[in-house]
């Protein structure tokens, strides 16, 4: 495979939506061809069974599992054909955020062992307070806004359990091929992707 594939990962307000659009944009700039993915996704009948609400997380993980196994095909062929692939959320959400909920994390693992994998994973780190601040100040509906806030004030305990397990799979990294990078999530956007941007410099031997 010829192409390169980039992951993202962080809790919601970690800011790593910005960082992948950025990514993008100056990739483009030099004429590189780039997809951008995320996961679950939400186009398949799979993916859209899991926001229903009566499934444990067990099954929940199964779910996530078979929504990027279906699209693995895809992942191969944009690859092939010399993409830069860059993914918001891939196996490794799975592993946390079902983890942090009680399902065995060697276990999920072992379930997308097989899928393809990154060469870099990007794991924009914020705290849970840092999180909830952002999110309070999104130029969004009140409705929406208290909704989201009202749940994550909720899982505080769980939320810190996702982050905790992300760190733990940057520093124990479950695919041995796939190389980590933590970003610190809470400093200016500007210095977080120029960490981003030389690490993809250096790692992928891409020119920006």
Known sequence: MVGK??????????????????????????????????FPHFETDIARLTKRTQFDSHTLSLLYAADRSQYQERI????????????????????????ARGVNLEWLINLEKNIIKPNIVFLVDVPIDTSMTRISQLNIEDFTKSEILERLNKEKDVLEKIRQIYLYLAGNNPDKETKWFVIDGTQELSKCYEQIKMAVRKELNVQM
């Open 5 to 38: 594939f980039i992951v993202f990962e962080g809790i919601t307000g970690s800011g790593k939506k910005s960082h992948m659009n950025l990514l993008a944009e100056d990739l483009r700039k030099v004429g590189k061809n780039v997809t951008l993915i995320g």
């Open 76 to 99: 191969k062929s944009l690859l092939e054909t010399e993409n830069i692939i860059i993914c918001d959320r891939y196996s490794y959400s799975n592993f946390a955020y079902q983890g």
